[in-house]
Structures are given as C-alpha cells and as structure tokens.
C-alpha cells in the first residue's frame, strides 16, 4: 500500500515539477535510516574535533531544521551539532532536544539585512563559530538551515579531502560543486563549508552590506573580502578568480554531500542548469574539473573568453 501511495505522490510531484520548475524533491524523500556507526567509522576512521554548524531561522516542512538537526546528532554523535538562529524564532521544539551533543545559539536579528539576507547569514555564522570555538573545537563544517545533507559520510569526505590538499601555507576550504560556478569571478557557494574553526572565523570577519549595489552577490563579497583582509591578491577577472579556487578553495562532487536545497534546484544534486550543454556561463564547477585548475587554469580562461563574445 506505502509503495503505491509513494508512486502516486511521486507522480503528482513530478508533474508540479514540470509545470512550475520548482523544487518538489525536498517534500517526497524521507531522511535515510541512520546507519551502523560503529561500522561506518571502522570503513572511514576516526574524526578529528568537529563541529557541524546550522545557521538560519528555522524552517518548517516535512524535513524540518529541527528533523535534520536531530539526524546530524545521531550521525555524528562524537560531533557539536551547532544550531544559531534568532532570539524571535519559536525554538520550544529545540529547546527539548535530548542529544548531549546538541546545542542551540540564538542572537538578536540584525536591524538591516542587506542585500540577499547577507548581514543575517553573517551574525548568526559568526556567532555559531564564537561559540564553538569557545568549546575549543578544532573543526566545523557550517551549513544552512533550509540545506538538507543527506549523506553519511559527508564529514567524513570533508576531513579527508582536507587533510590530503591543505598544508602549512594553504588554508583551504572544502565547498560542494553545487551553487559553484566556474565562469563567474569568485562564485563558489558559501552555502556550505568545510575547515578549521580559525580559517572560517577569519572568513565571515567581514563588515554588514548596508547598500546595494547592481550586480551585488553574495559569494563575491564574502571571499574578496575575506582576501583583502587577509594580504591577498583579489584582481577581479576570471583568471584570478580560477587561481584563488585552484590554492584556497577545494571543491567537492555534489555527490559527496548528497544535499537538497528548498530553493532553486528541481532535481537534489545534479544542479540547477543541468539541462544546459557544458560548457556555459552557468556551468557549475565539479571535483575533476578542480583537479585539471591545478595543472593549468589557462584553457578555461579562454574557454570563458569564448563564451563572453
């Protein structure tokens, strides 16, 4: 009877798909079965400190922030699970979360928002990395509370591709493909990240946007500023951009996260243009295509080049 039930309701949300071009994923996929812990920690090893940091107001739907802040305590009950949100939301669910490993951030709201709710990201990041930085944690992975990670292993790709690309003159940090575009000057998704709680404190250390300007985005500020502040070169033109990706950034397969996005994306990981031939001036950046940055960014400086004629 379930699977009937769940082909119909997968048909219904199919076809609202195709006549809306919105997201319907999000509403007929159940969170996974957590699995043997024990067994998975055996296949991939030992974490290193870590948190897991959920930034946002609270949503609610049938994966709601409190669902998935109790999935991620479970899958990583060694982990900080870090919800930071604001004082005014209705928090009487979380307040009741039983996991010792589960600890709620609330701050009052900023009076502007700016542009694309950037001054909201920023406050409640910022506060969520103070306080786990205060607990002395070493690492965190920092998402969004209307992002839904479905893997299981999602922190542990993270520490693993971390650990093998960052040295002692590299402070790298570890971004999914999705929402990371290639052709753009400085657009890799600050949706989700991975490093040190040092390196991500020094990234969101960055001043409220209280104009906005034509062509504001989000993800531009946050890295440009973030090298100014720190001594580095930010020439805005895509070969500096490629380079930056290519030695401070690392970008995952959006496969490695496995997540959906309640905005934007009609179909989980595979992206939001995946209709569009590759390459094109939305092409989003893959693990390989960040793996061919490090031999050479000039072919697609002129890939783009192309492109922009």
């Known amino acids: 009877m379930h699977r009937v039930l769940d082909s119909l309701i997968n048909r219904i949300l199919g076809l609202f798909d195709r006549k809306t071009h919105s997201i319907s994923t999000i509403w007929s996929r159940r969170l996974p079965v957590v699995p043997d812990i024990e067994l998975r920690n055996l296949a991939f090893g030992p974490l290193s400190s870590s948190a897991i940091l959920v930034q946002g107001p609270v949503y609610e739907r049938p994966h709601s922030t409190l669902d998935i802040c109790e999935r991620y305590c ?31 951030v609330t701050s009052p709201i900023p009076l502007d928002s700016g542009p694309s709710n950037i001054n909201l990201q920023i406050a409640s990041t910022r506060a969520g990395i103070r306080f786990i930085e205060n607990l002395g944690i070493e690492r965190i992975l920092k998402t ?30 570890v971004v999914p493909g999705f929402n990371s575009f290639l052709f753009k000057e400085y657009a890799l998704t600050d ?3 991975y490093s040190t709680a040092k390196n991500l404190a020094a990234f969101w250390d960055c001043d409220f946007v209280s104009q906005f300007n034509e062509g ?9 500023s973030y090298l100014q502040r720190s001594g580095i070169n930010a020439d805005v033109n895509i070969k500096r951009s490629l380079e930056i990706y290519r030695d401070y950034f690392i970008v995952l397969d959006s496969s490695e996260f496995n997540l959906i996005w309640n905005k934007g994306t009609r179909r989980e990981v595979i992206g939001r243009y995946q209709e569009v031939s590759f390459p094109n001036l939305s092409s989003e950046i893959n693990h390989a295509i ?18 922009n004629q």
């Open 74 to 104: 479970k899958l990583y009950p060694d982990s900080q699970i870090v919800f930071s949100t604001w004082e005014s939301q209705d928090l009487k669910d979380f307040e009741r979360i039983q996991y010792p490993n589960f600890s709620l």
């Open 144 to 173: 969004r509370s209307d992002l839904y990670l479905f893997s299981e292993t999602f922190l542990h790709s993270c520490e693993f591709f971390f650990n093998k690309y960052t040295n002692s003159t590299a402070n790298r940090f």
């Open 191 to 193: 949706q989700v990240m």
């Open 216 to 224: 504001f985005r989000s993800e531009k500020y946050l890295i440009t």
């Open 290 to 307: 960040w793996l061919r940055l490090q031999e050479d960014v000039n072919p697609f400086v002129e890939a783009c080049s192309y492109l």
